[in-house]
Structure formats: C-alpha cells, structure tokens
C-alpha cells in the first residue's frame, strides 16, 4: 500500500484485462501454499474492492452482531484481510492504493507482476515474496459503476462508503469510524494496545460484503466481513438510482456521488 500520494479518483482506466471479479485460486508465500482461504477481487476501470475469508471460519449461526460474538469468534475475524481504493497500472505492474483497509496500515505499499492469460492471472509480488494465481468469475466483464455515499453540507454519512459493479457481481464497502494506528496486522495492534471488548467491536465493524445484483434474490450478500451479514439485503428498501449526471438515491433516501458509471441501471 502507498500511504501518501494516491491518484485521483479519475486517473488513467486500468486496461481491459483487469475488469470484473477475480477468484483466488492458490497462493504460495514463506514456503506455504493456500488454496483454502476465500478471496475476491472486483475491479472497474478505476477501482478496486477486496475480501479475504481465511479457512476454518467459527458458526456464526445465531449471531445478530458483533456484539453476540464471544472471543473466539472476535479473535477469528481480527484475521481477516479487505480493502478498498484506486488501481494504477503501468506495464506489467498494478499498484493498488488504499483508500480503506480492515488491517492497519503496514506501511508497505502493494505492487505485483501480472501476467494475463485470458481469465486466468499469475500475480507476483513486486517488493513482496509472493505468488498468486486468479480467476475471472464468468460474466463479470460486463456493465460496472462505482459509487461513494454522499458527504454533500446536507447528508454526512457516517463512515465511508462505497459501491461497487462489476457485471452481476457487486462489492459494498462500509469503512470503520476512524483510521487505525500503524502496525504490521490488527493482531499485532490488538497485542500492543490491549483493546476493550467495546474498542475491539469498534474496530471489527467494518464491511466489506460480496454478492450478486441479478436472480432470485438481488443484492443479496454473499461473502463478508461481518459473516452475520451473509444472506441479508444490502438495500432492502432498494439500489440506489441515477437522479442526475454525478448523482444518485437509494430506496433509503440516502445519496451518492457517482464515480464511474458504465450501465443503464443498477
């Protein structure tokens, strides 16, 4: 991640073989191969959203928030990994900016080698030992839309929010409240600071939520962070809908500005 110097929202759309939803297949770094955790990328011509599940996930079965959550199940999702920002390509290499991320800023800026080979993808790390191997999910290449909740004088949102379409596919992204301290890993943050079980909460409250916009139940989650979220409507009231050129309103009543917009409607 680069902690200074983003590129604007509107930078330079990535080339068109980066678009839609890209699966994880293996991951191999230190000498160990992952093919267990759950990971997802969804790209747009600027924008990126990302969401890690790592294996072995406690039942959550019962669960209505993290208040519900006994240490364990709060010790789990500590080890989750997201993100959410602006994609800058050159060449071979992708360097992902961090606009939002559920672990601390480490400091370390995200950069790989990639390796196009129709829908599938080799990522290498650039200043990281590692190697990954992606997916495209069939049918994500088509119509795409980044939206940001409003932070217009008269609709402040609570935490940053952002909307992403990529085809069917879509990632909604609900920041925390406030921005961490530095640290190698929320683990490590969680080890120096000693948290309370109420700042612990606060800190785990952040979504990042996958589903699909299309079938029998639209903008239904499917994956994420909040693993009692998993089933739910992300707008039960209804998608937001284009009220002007930079513009939109949910069924909720509440605004959003339009990033990018490469569709009739959501």
């Known amino acids: 991640m680069s902690p200074s110097d983003p590129p604007a929202a509107d930078s330079t759309a990535v080339p068109a073989c ?14 160990r191969l992952d093919t267990r ?5 969804l790209q747009t011509a600027c924008w990126h959203a990302d969401l890690r ?3 072995d996930r406690p039942d959550f079965s019962g669960i209505g928030g993290l208040q519900d959550c006994d240490d364990d199940r709060l010790t789990w999702l500590v080890t989750q990994q997201g993100f959410c920002g602006v994609t800058e390509v050159s060449g071979a290499r992708c360097q992902w900016h961090r606009r939002v991320d559920f ?9 790989g080698q990639m390796a196009f080979n129709g829908d599938r993808l080799i990522e290498v790390g650039a ?3 590692y190697l990954e191997v992606w997916q495209r999910l069939p049918g994500s290449q088509g119509d795409s839309a980044v939206l940001a909740l409003s932070d217009a004088a008269d609709w402040t949102p609570a935490r940053p929010t952002w909307l992403l379409v990529a085809g069917p596919w879509f990632a909604y992204v609900r920041a925390r409240a406030g921005v961490l301290p530095a640290a190698v890993s929320l683990a490590e943050l969680i080890a120096a600071r000693r948290p309370s079980r109420a700042q612990l909460i606060d800190w ?26 998993e089933g739910q409507l992300v707008f039960p009231a209804g998608p937001p809908q284009r009220a002007g050129p930079d513009s939109a309103v949910d069924g909720d009543g509440a605004h959003w500005d339009i990033l990018e917009w490469n569709l009739d409607r959501l």
């Open 103 to 111: 672990q601390p800023d480490s400091r370390r800026r995200d950069i």
């Open 127 to 129: 200043e990281a030992d």
């Open 53 to 55: 599940i790592p294996p």
């Open 204 to 229: 785990l409250d952040f979504e990042i939520s996958l589903g699909r916009r299309d079938g029998a139940r639209p903008w239904r989650i499917e994956h994420s962070t909040l693993p009692f979220r």
């Open 18 to 31: 980066y678009l839609g939803v890209w699966q994880r297949r293996a991951l191999e770094q230190d000498g």
């Open 37 to 41: 955790s759950q990971v997802w990328w």
